[in-house]
């Protein structure tokens, strides 16, 4: 009879251990959606880069229709795939034009070049800071460093990289706005002992004034690891680009999901990295480029739950 009611005892503990382990990852998966919520999807605006200039209006329409409620904007750029102020339309007129199909852009990519030079001229930075408040912006971000830096930037150079992201995260701030940088491959080459430029970015700036949008295609092509990162530098990377890489070729660009990035593994941790908004992004497209960004919104909202 002892021994029947031991293992009844035992039985109990085990159903209740099995009770608790599967709320634990009901939890986990909960509030691996709740972090950001579908509602924070967004899309960054390059990967339709060539309808834009043709119709701003049109495209905006259709990525609303598709779901989604967020775009990131890129501004400032002459060439192929820019036009005057945002494809044709001012700050005041294209918030308008996202507002009337029930979105927003929480953040922007912005040309700083000048910036960034060594004259340091701050007044296109400070024009453009004015535009991202203007449209309702909470970032302001520096996509890319200047080519110099991209191709032989030391340590130093990002040092003063870095002096120059504290001044304009302070120039940001004065308008409600946030600096965030965006990453590509090149920030994380060893510059000797171990030590990349990336780091040495997160190390020289403040927190309360820089933040970082990290591009997760970008950093697994450089052979990191985002959930390393995540746990060196908890709460630093506000912002995602979700973007996916081809299983066979690690430089080809493929809808989220179809590729080698484990998306799933990556989000559980998005509290930890101090996620707020993602955007899908892919530069380069091979089927209909509304297909596309329709297949990458799928997947990330079914792993979001």
């Given at each position: ?119 340091g001229n701050e007044d296109v930075l400070k024009s453009h800071i004015e535009t991202a408040a203007i449209v309702g912006q909470q970032y302001f971000v520096v996509p890319a460093m200047p080519t110099e830096i991209r191709t032989s930037g030391t340590i130093d150079d990002y ?69 390393t990162l995540f746990k060196e530098n908890p709460g630093r990377f506000k912002m995602w680009h979700v973007k996916d890489m081809d299983r066979a070729d690690k430089s080809i660009y493929t809808e989220v999901g179809t590729g080698r990035i484990d998306y799933k593994s990556i ?39």
């Amino acid at each position: 009879m002892n021994n029947r009611r031991v293992f009844l005892q035992q039985l109990g503990m085990a159903a209740m251990a099995a009770m608790l382990s599967e709320s634990a990852i009901a939890a986990t998966m909960g509030n691996m959606g709740s972090q950001i919520g579908s509602h924070k999807i967004g899309l960054q605006l390059f990967t339709l880069r060539e309808l834009l200039l043709k119709d701003v209006k049109a495209v905006i329409s259709k990525v609303s229709q598709i779901g989604y409620n967020t775009v990131e904007t890129y501004y400032g750029y002459p060439g192929a795939y820019a036009a005057e102020g945002f494809w044709g339309l001012d700050a005041k007129a294209f918030r308008a034009l996202l507002e009337a199909n029930q979105m927003s852009s929480p953040s922007g990519h912005y040309n700083v070049t000048a910036y960034l030079s060594p004259d340091g001229n701050e007044d296109v930075l400070k024009s453009h800071i004015e535009t991202a408040a203007i449209v309702g912006q909470q970032y302001f971000v520096v996509p890319a460093m200047p080519t110099e830096i991209r191709t032989s930037g030391t340590i130093d150079d990002y040092k003063h990289m870095a002096e120059k992201f504290n001044r304009a995260g302070e120039l940001c701030k004065e308008h409600q706005l946030k600096l965030a940088y965006h990453n590509h491959a090149f920030e994380f080459k060893d510059q000797g002992n171990g030590l990349t430029g990336y780091q040495t970015l997160l190390k020289e700036t403040d927190p309360s004034l820089v933040g970082f949008e990290l591009d997760i295609f970008w950093l697994i092509n450089a052979g990191y690891d985002p959930l390393t990162l995540f746990k060196e530098n908890p709460g630093r990377f506000k912002m995602w680009h979700v973007k996916d890489m081809d299983r066979a070729d690690k430089s080809i660009y493929t809808e989220v999901g179809t590729g080698r990035i484990d998306y799933k593994s990556i989000l559980a941790q998005a509290k930890l990295s101090g996620l707020e908004n993602l955007f899908v992004e892919q530069d380069i497209i091979k089927i209909d480029p509304y297909e596309s960004i329709t297949q990458s919104l799928k997947y990330v909202k079914g792993l979001l739950g």
